[in-house]
Nanobody, 123 residues
Framework: QVQLVESGGGSVQAGGSLRLSCLIS????????MAWFRQAPGKEREGVAS?????HVYYSDAVKDRFSISREKNTLDLQMNGLKPEDSGTYYC???????????????????WGQGTQVSVGT
């Protein structure tokens, strides 16, 4: 059983930075993906970034060139620079555990989710 625990959220002003971390326990599927998603109030959950097969990195258009995802053995980090108010929301770490044919940002790919950490970016 995979367990994911996020940390590092908080409140910053626009242009600031935050680093989110996801502590991973259990056996992950190294040929699959681990990802960060986010959800703002009243909006659908959206993929932010993913690492697949331990080396292929993907970003949404909204965050590329500002966010950076990285993975060590037991952690999945998201460095967020140049934060904007529209980056506010709850950020979730997610883990894929079985083969799935679809996009990295398809939430159905991921069987395990953390509880989320809140990010708030002021103007």
């Amino acid at each position: 059983q995979v367990q994911l625990v996020e940390s590092g959220g908080g409140s910053v002003q626009a242009g600031g930075s935050l680093r989110l971390s996801c502590l991973i326990s259990g056996d992950t599927y190294d040929n699959g993906c681990m990802a960060w998603f986010r959800q703002a109030p009243g909006k659908e959950r959206e993929g932010v970034a993913s690492i697949c097969a331990l080396r292929h990195v993907y970003y949404s258009d909204a965050v590329k060139d500002r966010f950076s995802i990285s993975r060590e053995k037991n952690t999945l980090d998201l460095q967020m620079n140049g934060l904007k108010p529209e980056d506010s929301g709850t950020y979730y770490c997610a883990a894929q555990v079985v083969f799935y044919r679809g996009s990295w940002d398809d939430a159905d790919r991921y069987a395990h989710w953390g509880q989320g950490t809140q990010v708030s970016v002021g103007t």
